[in-house]
């Protein structure tokens, strides 16, 4: 008799399609993947369906990953797979909010919850499940203390060393983490807090082989702080590191390689004339993105951001003199951010293309869990600031992005405000 196997959901959107491929590698690495019946949930948030003959079965797993702003609809869509089912199905969750606020996660629904990295603690749930040791019953948390005796430091190398975003489920690669953790420690940010953690090149070759291997063309790198890979102290680049990187890049066979550009951007305060002629001679984009975050020092102190404005203007000089046209990234509606600065923002953005090849990515605030402003609310601009905001996409100044930003916010709030007051009021 052949034997049933369990069904693995894959929750898959737009917030977290580099996540996914990693975790089905941490399980395709170490055989497991085989024992289970996979599947990926792929949907618009929001919008997972159970089709009429296919409601869930006892057993049956979803895995989400999220961060703070999707919670209304990852929560919606919690109750609706449970009441598409006689019995609960194990429901499981980690990501950045869930590290943060994991008694929250349990709150909304989850029964298994991930805090921190997910590599190894990933793994051992996969061989809960094949053992039979986890059900739907009661709430189970995978953190550091339910590991072995190692140290953190030894642990997250390990890891780091194994696992790529690369898994047979998939035909798409999304770029490679090859930094975690930051110097800095920017107070809106949930990355900062702990010194970074860099993968090694042998690792960063593994990788590579495997996109030649799948006649991919380009490759892309995923850094918080570009250009303080292999750094060992903030504000210091490591050009040699960064040029062996690419090195290897080349020498794989590619010609298509990205670097400075999202997802790995670039501190204002890092620009070098090295770095950049480094990157000169094997990057084929030629633009790079720079996270200004404000045009105001006052605000860039506020939020411990340890960049002055006059560094953003150098930084854009430099990488045009370089060859390079720059993408600025503000966040507006910041925590405590006056109409003035909002004005400054406006200021610096004319000015600066007047004079330089520039590009303004704008960005509203959310507040996430784990971060110092984790539980302030943002300055949301007023009706005439948002028709002169609006206006500079017309005029082919800057992005409109901040205004998905916005609406994604105040719904948090909404849903927040009225699904669980307690927390709302927290917020200020």
Not at 21 to 29: A, R
Not at 60 to 65: C, G, H, L, N
Not at 97 to 126: K, M, T, Y
Not at 283 to 291: D, K, P, S, Y
């Amino acid at each position: 008799m052949k034997i049933r196997k369990r069904r693995i959901y894959f929750r898959v959107f737009s917030g977290n399609r580099l996540t996914i491929p990693l975790l089905l590698n941490i399980w395709e690495t170490n055989g497991l993947d085989r024992h289970f019946d996979i599947h990926l949930a792929d949907a618009a948030p929001g919008r997972l369906s159970i089709r009429p003959g296919e409601d869930i079965r006892e057993g049956d797993v979803f895995i989400y990953s999220f961060m703070t702003p999707h919670l209304p609809w990852v929560t919606e869509e919690i109750g609706y797979l449970r009441s598409r089912a006689a019995l609960a199905p194990i429901l499981a969750a980690g990501g950045p909010h869930v590290s943060a606020e994991p008694d929250l996660s349990v709150d909304c629904g989850f029964n298994v919850i991930f805090r921190g990295p997910g590599e190894d603690n990933f793994l051992r749930f996969g061989r809960d499940l094949l053992s039979g040791n986890l059900t739907a019953r009661a709430a189970m948390i995978y953190d550091d203390q339910t590991l072995d005796n190692k140290s953190d430091s030894e642990r997250k190398v390990e890891s780091w060393e194994k696992y790529f975003p690369i898994s047979a489920y998939l035909k798409t690669v999304p770029p490679l983490e090859i930094a975690r953790g930051c110097f800095w420690r920017c107070r809106y940010c949930q990355t900062g807090g702990e010194n970074p953690c860099y993968r090694s090149l042998d690792s960063i070759s593994v990788y590579l082989e495997e996109l030649r291997r799948r006649r991919l063309p380009r490759v892309g790198f995923i850094s918080p702080s570009a250009f303080e890979f292999g750094a060992e102290k903030p504000g210091h680049p490591n050009v040699g590191r960064i040029r062996a990187v690419l090195e290897r890049c080349r020498q794989a066979g590619f010609n298509f390689i990205e670097y400075g550009i999202f997802p790995s951007e670039v501190r204002p305060d890092t620009v070098r004339d090295d770095v950049l002629a480094t990157l000169a001679n094997f990057v084929a984009n030629r633009r790079l993105t720079f996270g200004a975050q404000s045009a105001s020092d006052v605000r860039l102190a506020a939020i411990g951001r340890g960049h002055r404005v006059l560094d953003i203007i150098t930084a854009v000089e430099v990488a045009n003199s370089a060859g390079f046209a720059a993408n600025l990234d503000f966040i507006i509606a910041l925590p405590g951010e006056t109409a003035a600065d909002r004005r400054e923002l406006l200021e610096l953005m004319k000015s600066l293309k007047k004079k330089y090849r520039v590009y303004f990515q704008l960005h509203h605030f959310s507040p996430l869990a784990g971060s110092p402003f984790a539980r302030r609310l943002p300055s949301y601009l007023s009706d005439a600031e948002r028709q002169i905001f609006s206006d500079l996409k017309k005029d082919g100044l800057a992005s409109n992005w901040w205004l998905a930003g916005e609406k994604s916010v105040k719904e948090y709030f909404n849903w927040l405000k009225k699904k669980i007051p307690v927390i709302f009021k927290e917020y200020h």
